[in-house]
């Protein structure tokens, strides 16, 4: 069960059996269910037995089952095409404050069903790219 929890928390309560739910996967590190609200047919929700509201605060060993159970999904659910999101933040369209993470079918080429993605790439120069590089590696290697 979750570390810690927060008593008004929807993914902690559905964690609990307190709020049903369509369950998929279960784990002793995370629940996986179909979500009420799908974008398209078998669109499922993978959340951690950790309350975090955030990726960057979840702690590792709540990471070793979701790509595993995200893979069984996708196979499960026999389509080619599809993605994985997951958001942190409200301006990241994150709706739940509870790291969670979304396999979303997408069956056709329209945007009728499944995710619609926008990308709006940037165009940064070479030295700014190098730069934020060096940045990076001076933090990641400390």
């Known amino acids: 069960m979750a570390a810690k ?22 784990t002793d590190t995370i629940y996986s269910f179909l979500d009420i609200g799908p974008l398209s047919k078998g669109h499922a ?9 955030k990726l960057h605060e979840l702690p590792d060993e709540y990471f070793a089952d979701v790509l595993p159970t995200a893979k069984k999904i996708a196979l499960a659910l026999n389509v080619e095409n599809y993605n994985l999101l997951q958001n942190n933040g409200r ?11 979304h396999v979303i079918p997408k069956p056709g ?3 009728t069903e499944g995710l619609v993605v926008g990308w709006p790439s940037q165009k940064p120069s070479m030295d ?11 933090k990641l290697e400390a």
């Open 5 to 26: 929890s927060l008593a008004s928390c929807i993914f902690c309560k559905i964690i609990k059996g307190d709020i049903p739910s369509f369950k998929l996967v279960e």
């Open 45 to 53: 929700l993978i959340i951690p037995k950790y309350h975090a509201e």
């Open 91 to 101: 301006i990241a369209h994150q709706e739940v404050d509870h790291v969670h993470f």
């Open 109 to 111: 080429a329209t945007d």
């Open 128 to 138: 700014e790219l190098k730069s934020l590089h060096e940045e990076l590696v001076k």
